[in-house]
């Protein structure tokens, strides 16, 4: 409940935090898709590729970090114990919206740049085809 309305507060709801943990599988069969055809990116595509691995990495420790702030308080715990974890875990609240926040809009920003330089052009069309794709990665209507 602490966790949620702190979250609210900063405007992530759950269904935020659910669209980074969908996006995750996505994202890492997509970085698959591209290593496999390493010989075939060309620098472009390689930028691409490293910031959606980034990416990646950054929405993992945020899950980590939001699943870490979990933890509850002792029933027997008096006041002053029950104030201070919530104002903590509050606050740990507060931080791991902040992120989620902004790696949606990160997530956004680098499917933008991709469609504006087209990443799966540069992806070369004489060997077998490779698709490539975000798999849904910071689709408008998934966010906010």
């Known amino acids: 409940m602490t966790g ?10 759950s269904g935020d935090i659910l669209f980074l943990r969908d996006e995750l599988p996505a994202m890492n069969a997509l970085l698959e898709k591209l290593d496999d055809a390493e010989e075939l990116l060309d620098p472009d595509a390689k930028h691409w590729r490293k910031q959606v691995r980034e990416m990646a990495y950054d929405i993992e420790d945020c899950i980590d970090d939001l699943s870490s702030n979990v933890a509850s308080v002792d029933v027997r715990a008096g006041f002053v ?8 875990t509050c606050r740990a609240h507060l931080e791991a919206a902040w992120q989620v ?4 809009t990160r997530l956004l920003e680098i499917n ?3 469609k ?3 990443a799966e052009d540069s992806i070369s069309s004489t060997a077998s085809p490779v698709i490539v ?6 689709r408008q209507d998934h966010l906010c």
């Open 133 to 138: 794709g975000f798999g849904g990665l910071a």
């Open 101 to 104: 926040k902004e790696l949606k």
């Open 4 to 13: 949620d309305m702190c979250a609210t507060f900063v405007g992530v709801s």
């Open 81 to 88: 114990d029950k104030a201070s974890h919530f104002l903590r």
């Open 112 to 114: 933008e740049r991709r």
């Open 116 to 118: 504006r330089y087209r």
